[in-house]
């Protein structure tokens, strides 16, 4: 199969993928934000039954330049996304 591009915009919704690729697609998602100097980035896990949500934030909680993450607001996916700040 040849790869498929995946936009790199700032918003990475993680339903598109397979939940395996996750520990490796968030890492990868956010050096190429920061290569493109976006630091703002949300990270759309869906509501389900949390499981997803507690991965990513494993994740970022691991990564140095990650500033900070917080589930979106009201209209932003609420706690079926999740908000990160990165280094420059």
């Given at each position: 199969m040849d790869p498929i591009e995946y936009p790199i915009?700032?918003?990475?919704?993680?339903h598109e993928f397979?939940?395996?690729?996750?520990?490796e697609l968030?890492?990868?998602y956010?050096?190429?934000c920061r290569r493109r100097r976006?630091?703002?980035v949300r990270i759309v896990h869906g509501?389900?039954?949390?499981?997803?949500?507690?991965?990513?934030h494993a994740i970022l909680a691991r990564l140095p330049y990650v500033i900070?993450?917080?589930?979106?607001?009201?209209?932003?996916?609420?706690?079926?996304?999740?908000?990160?700040?990165?280094?420059n």
């Open positions: 915009d700032g918003t990475l919704d993680l397979n939940p395996r690729e996750v520990k968030v890492p990868d956010l050096e190429e976006i630091t703002s509501k389900g039954t949390g499981a997803l949500r507690e991965q990513v900070s993450w917080r589930l979106a607001g009201h209209g932003a996916g609420s706690w079926g996304a999740t908000l990160v700040e990165l280094k």
